[in-house]
T-cell receptor
């Protein structure tokens, strides 16, 4: 079964700290992996998309990595800010499926 | 270039009723996917439409149905609403099927009482 898991479910850090969010998936046969941000009651904002042929992607203070062999992706946030507080979701697109499989998300709180 | 839009924003229905949710894809996108997100959970795939044809379906009963129109806008219809159908419904469009990036709309919050 193709599943995506995110640990921890919640994380609280002081402002300015660097942090890593984890995402694991059960099948290494993925097309790509996408990280999203979701504010309470809102839709999903795409942060980074990593294709299966790539190892990492960067956008500003965000860096996402992909290791298919170990079934893991990480989202690194540098110099966290209170405005980064949100739920972060990862989603994998597996071969032979038209859908994206989502993790349950990590709820991040950055304290001023 | 406009993004993905959804209507209505919020909706309250009674158990047993029927509901139609609408999604307008991002310009130039021919693929739309619908997801259901229960509170505190990740989105669950309902189905995908590509060029007006269903192109994959998740583990949802037949009372969840959809349409995609020639302009690639889409509808999600849910019949015989149940309390557990209360959720945020998200649509996402992409340039094509496969490994293309998906762009999500703001969602429709459905409450079934």
């Amino acid at each position: 079964k193709q599943e995506v898991t995110q640990i921890p479910a919640a994380l609280s850090v002081p402002e300015g700290e660097n942090l890593v969010l984890n995402c694991s998936f059960t099948d290494s046969a993925i097309y790509n992996l996408q990280w999203f941000r979701q504010d309470p009651g809102k839709g999903l904002t795409s942060l980074l998309l990593i294709q299966s042929s790539q190892r990492e992607q960067t956008s500003g203070r965000l860096n996402a990595s992909l290791d298919k062999s170990s079934g893991r992706s990480t989202l690194y946030i540098a110099a966290s800010q209170p405005g980064d507080s949100a739920t972060y979701l990862c989603a994998a697109r597996f071969y032979n499926n038209n859908d994206m499989r989502f993790g349950a998300g990590t709820r991040l709180t950055v304290k001023p | 270039e406009t993004g993905v839009t959804q209507s209505p924003t919020h909706l309250i229905k009674t158990r047993g009723q029927q509901v139609t949710l609408r999604c307008s894809s991002q310009s130039g996108h021919n693929t739309v996917s619908w997801y259901q997100q229960a509170l505190g959970q990740g989105p669950q795939f309902i189905f995908q439409y590509y060029r007006e044809e269903e192109n994959g379906r998740g583990n949802f009963p037949p009372r969840f149905s959809g349409l995609q129109f020639p302009n690639y806008s889409s509808e999600l219809n849910v019949n015989a609403l149940e309390l557990d159908d209360s959720a945020l419904y998200l649509c996402a469009s992409s340039l094509e099927t496969g490994a293309h990036e998906q762009y999500f709309g703001p969602g429709t919050r459905l409450t079934v009482t």
